[in-house]
Structures are given as C-alpha cells and as structure tokens.
C-alpha cells in the first residue's frame, strides 16, 4: 500500500452512495470507503460494471455456497481493477494537455512534492530535463485506497434448514472473509464499536499480518469515539499480534448515518486527549504483538522500522480553515470529508430528487429521527422518498416492510431466530402486544408511533444509487439518504474539482463566512441531545447521575472551545461564532436542567455506576 497524496478520504455513506465512489475518484489519487453490509446490492452494481466495463459477468446467485463473502469478493476485485485500469489510461496522457493528467496534479494539496514538482515542470524548458521530470512525475501518480467498512454491529446469523446456527457464517464474519480474500491491498474500517468473535475471526487471514518484507497486505482501521475505546481495541487486537495502522475519530453526533453520541465529551477535548497521548497507540501494545509473532514463529521488523499508526478526524468539517485547525492544532495526520460529497456527481450516485432534496435542506430540514431498527438515533433528512413510502404504508393500513434483505435483522423479543423491527412480521406482533399491554391511550399512542416509525434501511439505503445508475425505477424503489446536520450549509450540486479547492482553501469558498465553526455547531447539538435524553430520563438516582456526568463534560467542552476561541483564527475558519454559541448554550443547558426538576431531587445513593448515554 502506497501513501495515497490527498490530505483527506471519503468516508462510507450509507450502503450504496459511497459504494462506486472508488470508480469515481479513486484515479485522481482520492481514497473513499465502500460499505460490505449488502452484498445483494453489490452484486447489481458488478453486473453494471462489467457491462460498462465490457467485462465478462458470471452471476453469484443469492442461493449460491459461500455467496456473501463470494460477491463481495467479486465485486472488489472488479472496482480494484476498473481504478487500476482508468488510472493507467491518466498515466499514459499527455502533460501540457487539458486532461485528467493536469486534474490529478491540480488537484493535489499545495504542500505536495508531487505538486511542487509538477508546478516546476510547467515552468521548464522542452528538453531533456524536463522530460525526465515528467516521466518521474508519472511513475509518482498513485490512485486513492479502496477501503471497505463493516459495521460490527450489524452481525446477524445465518441458520441451516433446522434452525440451526451456521458457525462462522454470520453477515459482519462473511464481509470480512470476501474482503480478506479479495486483491485489494488497502484498509477496513471497523465502526461502531468492538465484536470480540469478529476479531478473533480476523486471525485466520495471514494478510492481516506483516509478511517476511514486514509489510501488511490489509489494514486495520477504527473507526472511534474516544482514546479510551481505542486503547481497549487496539490492546484486544494486539493480543493476537494484530495492528492498528489508523484510528479515525468520529464526532458522536457531528456526523452522517447512525449518531454515536459520547456522554457529553465534545471533539475538541477528544482531540486533545489523543494528541496528548498518541504515542501509547504505538508503545502500550508492542509487547504483545512481539510474543504473538514470536509464538508464531515469524519475523518482526525493528523498532525503528515500524511507523507509528496514523490518527484522524472526521465529522462535520465544513472550510479549509476548520481542516486546518484540525491538523495543525490536534496533529491531526488526515481528515474525512462525507456530507458535502453526496452534492458532487462526480464523486457519489444520488437520484436527482434526492440530491435535489438535500441541496434544498436547511438546517430545520435535517435532524436526528428514530427511525432506524437498531434503535440508536440516525441522521436525516425531511421528506425523502423512503419516510414517504413508510407512512404511506401505515396509512394503507399495511405497516411495515417485507424485510427483502434482512441484514438488520437482529430481534427475538418473538422469535428464536432474529427479525428486523422495520419488518411487517415484527410490527404486527408488536402492536398486538402494545394493544394488550392495558397502559394509557397516550403510553399507547406514544409506543405505537415509535414501532411504525421504523424504516427499511438496509434496502432503501441502496435504492439512490440503483435509480441513479438507472437501474431501478424510483415508484418501486424509495431512496434513502442519511446527511450530517453540516449539508446545511451546502446548497448547490458541485464539481469534484470545486469540492477539493474547497477542502485546501483554494477559490472562493462554498459556505458563508457567517456560517459558525464546527465546534460551535457541535456544542448546539449535544445540548439539543441533552433535552433528548431529559425526555427520556426515568428519574432514577443512576439516571440522574448520568445526566449530571453529562453536564460537566459539556462544560469542560465548552471551556475547551472558548480556549480555542481566543487564538488567531485560520482563513475562513470562524473562530468568532464560538463565544456567542458557548454563552447562549450554557444558559440554555442550565435551564433545561433547571426545569427538569432533577436538581431538586435527592441524589440517592451515589454508588451507582454512571448509565452509558451513547447508543
């Protein structure tokens, strides 16, 4: 794997707008992240491929032996070869030509010595120097990573014809097997936290591991929320002398798709902790990898030849001057830009109702909803096709979805074998339990409403880029898209070239200057979550005491942000929302927590561990 030259990636979005993404970009030295939940999908998207790719097709059926990791496998060895072969046509163009060649190097951030290079070669001579430089400059071009991401929750298992479970077979063990046995020489992304069987799986693929060169084929990345989760993965991995090569930060609630949201700890004091402690990522857990590959028998490379695992930041980044406080104040080795790519064709396949939708959105458009059938809060935005066709269903009086793919299929409140609460199956059983539950009309109301609120995701998710590729028709097929709150502030579609000038500060920007600084918007949606969670408080001491937990981060947060404040602000970045945001936000936290009530109430015990609030 060879250091791809951009500063940021493109994270995974949803199950289908990242998933071409590679083919898009992937040839102008850009990394993005594919998601392995629906390898169905996939599975369409090879057959496309192939036949745009004029490219032999032998189909996977869904009934086929090994299917799963069979199609994921297949459909990343095609994206793999697709990027290899569009990124030799860019080598093999001309310099001095309008062409992808003088895009790719155009692109690159300023600080690039490729970029410096190829800016030293437009001021030269014809000569033979100068096509020295330029065949050196061709050998240096290298596409972005094709990475992948499996969500670990997203475990379901797989049953033979008597019910019982298939060893190994399970959805996030599959994806990892097809990624493992696929060509790519690139990184995947673990998110949304830790499945011990899942890594302990992850060992029966030697190209996890440094070979006799000390290179590993396949790289281990986390997606996280805090140091210490970090530390408590990386030391579990270690165990079986496996490495983590990145750990990339996610704001809990700053973000796209499911919202992970920490106990009130904002992303400026989760920076500085890593920052502060980075060096421990390397250091804490070479011991155990060192006496795992002595066990094994296989060599290890010195110290001085190790490089130390790469820490980066992702959520809610909205101007060059935010990036660049990221990386120059928190040491920051990379950045993730997700949200504003679903407005730029180039990069990602939305239908064009629903990039119409999201250019549209302002920021009351886009909120956190409940529909998600795993039951942790997800990002959304008003009025897309996929709520439409839900409600409409509850209206016709058919609720629910027949589950066609049942990748979140995870609960056996009434069954052995597991169901999805989005699923007509599961709906019916659960209202006829709300009906006989002898509560109130308004407990009634309340739980009704929250079990017809569940959406299909794992197929509506897909369907945007199926109607985009014009593969399905958008009556049958209601799309699904899960910005972050940061789509706010982008109203336009763009160019893949004005969305990376826009990243390194180059032109004029795409956002207001008056829109504020991500740490300001942060700061404003941990205490909306605040008022979420006061809702839902129960009342009870251990409940309490998580709630006044929260508070005190939130307020070490905003001090944190108020520090920052005060020092000379990057070009663009506005650094001067953030006081006006702290005040207005701490007398509101205050007050929500005045009218709660909870203030008055007699602490209780006080022993009682703190309830975990992220989801």
Not at 1 to 21: K, L
Not at 128 to 144: F, I, N, S
Not at 457 to 480: E, Q, T, V, Y
Request: charged letters at 25%; glycine letters at 10%.
């Amino acid at each position: 794997m060879v250091a791809t030259p951009h500063s940021f990636h493109i994270p995974v979005m949803g199950t289908g707008h990242s998933a071409d993404t590679p083919i898009r970009v992937a040839h102008f030295g850009i990394s993005s992240v594919i998601s392995l939940v629906d390898d169905l999908l996939l599975e369409r998207l090879r057959k496309y491929y192939c036949g745009k790719f004029n490219r032999p097709y032998d189909p996977i059926p869904r009934s086929a032996m090994d299917g799963r990791s069979r199609r994921i496998r297949e459909y990343l060895n095609l994206v793999l070869d697709i990027v290899e072969e569009k990124m030799d046509r860019v080598r093999m163009e001309p310099f001095f030509q309008d062409n992808d060649k003088r895009k790719y190097f155009e692109m690159l951030p300023e600080g690039s010595v490729l970029k410096k290079d190829y800016l030293r070669l437009l001021d030269m001579q014809p000569g033979v120097d100068r096509d020295r430089l330029a065949e050196k400059l061709t050998l240096g071009m290298q596409p972005g990573e094709i990475q992948v991401n499996i969500m670990v929750k997203l475990d379901r298992p797989r049953f033979d014809s008597q019910g019982g479970a298939l060893e190994d077979c399970s959805d996030a063990k599959t994806a990892l097997k097809g990624f493992a046995e696929s060509r790519l020489s690139s990184g995947l992304v673990f998110s949304a936290g830790i499945n011990k069987g899942l890594f302990r799986y992850m060992t029966r693929f030697r190209d996890f591991y440094r070979d006799e060169t000390g290179r590993a084929n396949k790289k281990i990345i986390l997606k996280v929320s805090d140091f210490r989760s970090s530390l408590i993965q990386g030391r579990f991995l270690a165990q079986s002398g496996l490495e983590v090569s990145e750990y990339r930060i996610e704001s809990g609630l700053n973000c796209g798709g499911h919202a992970f949201a920490s106990n009130g700890v904002l992303l400026p004091v989760i920076l500085q902790e890593f920052m502060e402690n980075r060096e421990r990522l390397s250091t804490d857990f070479q011991r155990l990898i060192r006496k795992h590959y002595q066990g094994m028998g296989w060599a290890y490379p010195s110290p001085e030849a190790i490089s130390p695992p790469l820490v980066t930041v992702q959520g809610g980044i909205g101007n060059h001057g935010e990036d660049f406080r990221l990386r120059e104040t928190f040491g920051m080795d990379a950045t993730g830009w997700g949200t504003p790519f679903l407005l730029v064709p180039e990069a990602t396949c939305v239908d064009t109702p629903t990039r119409d939708l999201m250019r549209n959105a302002g920021k009351n458009d886009l909120y956190l909803s409940d529909i998600s059938p795993l039951g942790v809060p997800f990002n959304l935005v008003r009025n897309t096709a996929s709520v439409k066709w839900t409600q409409g269903n509850v209206a016709s009086g058919k609720p629910g979805s027949g589950c066609p793919k049942g990748f979140l299929a995870l609960n056996t409140e009434f069954s052995e074998q597991p169901i999805c609460m989005a699923s007509t199956k599961f709906q019916k059983k659960k209202l006829a339990q709300i009906g006989t539950c002898g509560e109130g009309d308004f407990q009634q109301s309340e739980d009704t409403e929250k079990v017809l609120g569940k959406t299909c995701l794992c197929d509506h998710l897909g369907n945007g880029i199926l109607i985009g590729l014009g593969m399905a028709d958008a009556k049958k097929s209601p799309p699904l898209v899960c910005p972050g709150p940061n789509l706010a502030w982008f109203d336009e579609t763009y160019s893949l070239r004005q969305m990376v000038d826009h990243i390194y500060g180059r032109g004029t920007s795409l956002v207001s200057d008056q829109r504020p600084h991500m740490f300001a918007n942060e700061i404003v949606m941990y205490v909306d979550y605040f008022e979420r969670l006061i809702r839902q408080c129960d009342g009870s001491p251990k409940a309490v005491k998580a709630l006044v937990e929260y508070m005190g981060n939130l307020e070490k947060g905003m001090d944190a942000c108020l520090e920052i404040s005060g020092r000379p602000a990057y070009p663009g970045e506005n650094l001067a929302s953030i006081a006006p945001c702290v005040k207005i936000q701490r007398a509101r936290l205050n007050m929500l927590w005045r009218k709660s009530g909870f203030d008055r109430q007699p602490s209780g015990q006080g022993t009682e561990e703190p309830m975990v609030l992220a989801c």
